[in-house]
């Protein structure tokens, strides 16, 4: 009744609220309670869960509040496997059980919402059993324990969990069952797993021209949290300091990663979200020295997109001409440069005034990016595409001007997944005014204040959404604002290093394939505990699974981070968990065994040094 009661109070604050939305402000806003009982872990997104409390108490001043701001999930998506067959005996009274997998590549979900599981077995004793599944960022979650239940079989029961919640769907899901009682004997028959979630809106990614600190938010709602940016260091050459910052896909992966067009008339590339050392990054000649940049898929053709610059000179007398000239050839040097009239826009003459910038974006839905340009309070932009050669500028919006901070960043992007494109002003005081259609002027504004995670001047910004090929924590660790001068070093600890603290009865096996020749392992007892003091921004724990092996729990500064589960049909080294959300200082690892055998070969420690 008390949540309920909450739920009617962010329903008044806003009625437009649909029960996603509400799961959604719940689920952000509860606070841990017991926050120190064991049972809270982080799931593969960051985000704490408990089996005994869910994500926590429920803050409902918190809730209500964020209510009134609240943007609308895009539409839920869903991805099902069909019935998987396993129809293989479970192991009597063996802690290891029996396994089976999913693999979900190229998945319409961006982040998770509901994971839904189908489960089949017979048994004459069901309260034998209990069923986890793991997730591909290593969360599990219960969906069953044993209990005193004498009933039999499982047919078609299902399941549903939200431990998942916001993880990235794709890798390898596994479902373990297992006999936790003697005598009884029964048999895993089938499973199906079906996924629920949302797909991506674009998002802004901000820059500060005058460092190179890059911040990729992750969200489109109002007051984000600072556990939605990723910032870091871009490491670009150094022509790129004071550049024009874009985003886009260079090489065709489906990822929008950092670009700049710098002083000298280079505009550079990189292919990675994170710090990129200078070398690393490719370099395409323009030549047309500060003008303004525009990227986008111009060419229906291209699986990547393409950068382009816009050329511009007085034509009398009708006013400033444009051009301009793009290539989707990324492979550096100096390629042969595309031409598009732009022709006269938005002219002093017809009372049009301020400086002119420039954005693309898919406007009509038809997967080809075109040219808007935008002085002051209006825009004009056109559906014609680059490669064709001409100009259409028919098109209009007046976005107004909705702050007086200063002139505005204009940017453009699909910020409601409705597969169009449209406009936005990004404003040096963290404020964001952007629309949601390209109408003329529906007179209606939708307002982030993203705050300053960079900086309150030389802030540029880009569209960009996060690929569900690396989860969005592909930089360094969330919120974290390293300098420029910052370098990421790998550092690699074997298990025996004398850094690498044992308690309990560890041995030491040698194997060819670990990293040094050899790795540790453990019976299972919980007394047996390795302690690993380090500094460092992430840590990777490097282990080995096999059908013998067991369950062991990470734990970071005395927090269950991840419970990982190395039981698999198949034998394989070099297996790693990674805990990549670290602030820079010194920490405290320990795995802590939970189950069965656990071998555990190596740590790979990232340490940020200047």
């Given at each position: 009744?008390?949540?309920?009661?909450?739920?009617?109070l962010m329903?008044?604050?806003?009625?437009?609220?649909?029960?996603?939305?509400?799961?959604?402000?719940?689920?952000?806003?509860?606070?841990?309670?017991?926050?120190?009982?064991?049972?809270?872990?982080?799931?593969?997104?960051?985000?704490?869960?408990?089996?005994?409390?869910?994500?926590?108490?429920?803050d409902?001043?918190?809730?209500?509040?964020?209510?009134?701001?609240?943007?609308?999930?895009?539409?839920a998506?869903?991805?099902?496997?069909?019935?998987?067959?396993v129809?293989?005996?479970?192991?009597?009274?063996?802690?290891?059980?029996?396994?089976?997998?999913?693999?979900?590549?190229?998945s319409?979900?961006?982040?998770?919402?509901?994971?839904?599981v189908?489960?089949?077995?017979?048994?004459?004793?069901?309260?034998?059993?209990?069923?986890?599944?793991?997730?591909?960022?290593?969360?599990?979650?219960?969906?069953?324990?044993?209990?005193?239940?004498?009933?039999?079989?499982?047919?078609?029961?299902?399941?549903?969990?939200?431990?998942?919640?916001?993880?990235?769907?794709n890798?390898t899901?596994?479902?373990?069952?297992?006999?936790?009682?003697?005598?009884?004997?029964?048999?895993?028959?089938?499973?199906?797993?079906?996924?629920?979630?949302?797909?991506?809106?674009?998002?802004?990614?901000?820059?500060?021209?005058?460092?190179?600190?890059?911040s990729?938010?992750?969200?489109?709602?109002?007051?984000?949290?600072?556990?939605?940016?990723?910032?870091?260091?871009?490491?670009?050459?150094?022509?790129?300091?004071?550049?024009?910052?874009?985003?886009?896909?260079?090489?065709?992966?489906?990822?929008?990663?950092?670009?700049?067009?710098?002083?000298?008339?280079v505009?550079?590339?990189?292919?990675?979200?994170?710090?990129?050392?200078?070398?690393?990054?490719?370099?395409?000649?323009?030549?047309?020295?500060?003008?303004?940049?525009?990227?986008?898929?111009f060419?229906?053709?291209?699986?990547?997109?393409?950068l382009?610059?816009v050329d511009?000179?007085?034509?009398?007398?009708?006013?400033t001409?444009?051009?301009?000239?793009?290539?989707?050839?990324?492979?550096?040097?100096?390629?042969?440069?595309?031409?598009?009239?732009?022709?006269?826009?938005?002219?002093?003459?017809?009372?049009?005034?301020?400086?002119?910038?420039?954005?693309?974006?898919?406007?009509?839905?038809?997967?080809?990016?075109?040219?808007?340009?935008?002085?002051?309070?209006?825009?004009?932009?056109?559906?014609?595409?680059?490669?064709?050669?001409?100009?259409?500028?028919d098109?209009?919006?007046?976005?107004?001007?909705?702050?007086?901070?200063?002139?505005?960043?204009?940017?453009?992007?699909?910020?409601?997944r409705?597969?169009?494109?449209?406009?936005?002003?990004?404003?040096?005081?963290?404020?964001?005014?952007?629309?949601?259609?390209?109408?003329?002027?529906?007179?209606?504004?939708?307002?982030?204040?993203?705050?300053?995670?960079?900086?309150?001047?030389?802030?540029?910004?880009?569209?960009?959404?996060?690929?569900?090929?690396?989860?969005?924590?592909a930089?360094?660790?969330?919120?974290?604002?390293?300098t420029?001068?910052v370098?990421?070093?790998?550092?690699?600890?074997e298990?025996?290093?004398?850094?690498?603290?044992?308690?309990g009865?560890?041995?030491?096996?040698?194997?060819?394939?670990?990293s040094?020749?050899?790795?540790?392992?453990?019976?299972?007892?919980?007394?047996?505990?390795?302690?690993?003091?380090?500094?460092?921004?992430?840590?990777?724990?490097?282990?080995?699974?096999?059908?013998?092996?067991?369950?062991?729990?990470?734990?970071?500064?005395?927090?269950a981070?991840?419970t990982?589960i190395?039981?698999?049909?198949?034998?394989a080294?070099?297996?790693?968990?990674?805990?990549?959300?670290l602030?820079?200082?010194?920490?405290?690892?320990?795995?802590?065994?939970?189950?069965?055998?656990?071998?555990?070969?190596?740590?790979?420690?990232?340490?940020?040094?200047e």
């Amino acid at each position: 009744p008390l949540v309920s009661g909450i739920v009617a109070l962010m329903l008044q604050a806003n009625p437009n609220l649909t029960w996603r939305d509400v799961q959604h402000i719940l689920i952000n806003t509860a606070e841990r309670n017991d926050p120190t009982n064991s049972s809270w872990l982080l799931n593969g997104a960051n985000r704490y869960y408990s089996h005994y409390y869910g994500f926590g108490r429920v803050d409902a001043t918190a809730a209500v509040s964020t209510a009134y701001s609240w943007t609308n999930m895009p539409p839920a998506v869903s991805q099902t496997s069909g019935t998987i067959n396993v129809n293989v005996a479970i192991p009597d009274n063996n802690p290891t059980g029996v396994s089976s997998t999913f693999n979900v590549s190229n998945s319409t979900i961006s982040r998770l919402e509901h994971v839904e599981v189908i489960f089949n077995s017979t048994h004459p004793y069901r309260g034998d059993l209990s069923v986890t599944l793991t997730s591909p960022r290593g969360t599990v979650s219960q969906l069953i324990g044993s209990r005193n239940d004498s009933g039999d079989n499982f047919v078609n029961w299902t399941f549903m969990s939200v431990h998942f919640w916001d993880e990235d769907p794709n890798g390898t899901w596994t479902i373990t069952v297992r006999d936790n009682a003697s005598q009884d004997l029964g048999t895993f028959g089938s499973w199906q797993i079906t996924l629920y979630g949302t797909q991506d809106t674009d998002t802004l990614a901000l820059f500060n021209t005058s460092n190179g600190q890059v911040s990729l938010l992750e969200t489109v709602q109002d007051l984000p949290a600072s556990t939605t940016y990723n910032t870091f260091a871009s490491g670009g050459p150094a022509p790129t300091i004071n550049g024009q910052w874009v985003m886009g896909d260079w090489n065709g992966d489906g990822i929008k990663t950092p670009g700049v067009y710098a002083s000298n008339g280079v505009f550079y590339t990189t292919n990675t979200l994170g710090t990129t050392p200078a070398a690393s990054w490719t370099g395409t000649w323009f030549g047309l020295f500060g003008r303004p940049a525009v990227v986008g898929r111009f060419s229906s053709g291209s699986a990547n997109d393409c950068l382009g610059v816009v050329d511009s000179g007085n034509f009398p007398p009708y006013g400033t001409a444009y051009a301009l000239y793009f290539t989707c050839n990324l492979a550096g040097g100096a390629p042969p440069l595309t031409f598009q009239w732009l022709s006269v826009l938005l002219p002093d003459s017809q009372g049009y005034t301020g400086a002119a910038q420039f954005a693309a974006g898919d406007f009509n839905s038809d997967g080809v990016d075109t040219i808007a340009i935008r002085r002051s309070a209006f825009i004009a932009f056109t559906n014609t595409p680059p490669t064709t050669l001409l100009s259409a500028f028919d098109l209009a919006q007046y976005i107004g001007t909705p702050s007086a901070n200063d002139y505005g960043y204009f940017v453009s992007g699909d910020w409601n997944r409705d597969g169009i494109d449209s406009f936005g002003l990004f404003y040096q005081n963290g404020y964001f005014y952007r629309r949601n259609d390209v109408l003329w002027n529906t007179g209606v504004h939708q307002v982030q204040r993203v705050g300053s995670p960079i900086g309150t001047s030389s802030i540029q910004v880009a569209s960009w959404r996060n690929g569900t090929a690396t989860g969005f924590n592909a930089g360094e660790a969330t919120g974290e604002t390293p300098t420029t001068s910052v370098n990421l070093v790998h550092r690699l600890i074997e298990s025996d290093d004398p850094l690498v603290i044992q308690s309990g009865q560890w041995s030491f096996q040698s194997a060819p394939s670990a990293s040094g020749g050899g790795y540790l392992y453990s019976n299972g007892s919980l007394e047996d505990v390795l302690t690993l003091e380090f500094e460092g921004t992430s840590l990777e724990v490097i282990y080995l699974q096999g059908p013998s092996l067991g369950t062991f729990t990470i734990v970071v500064d005395e927090v269950a981070v991840r419970t990982v589960i190395a039981t698999s049909s198949d034998s394989a080294f070099n297996v790693r968990s990674i805990i990549n959300y670290l602030e820079p200082g010194s920490h405290t690892l320990q795995i802590v065994p939970v189950r069965g055998v656990i071998a555990v070969d190596a740590f790979d420690v990232t340490v940020a040094t200047e």
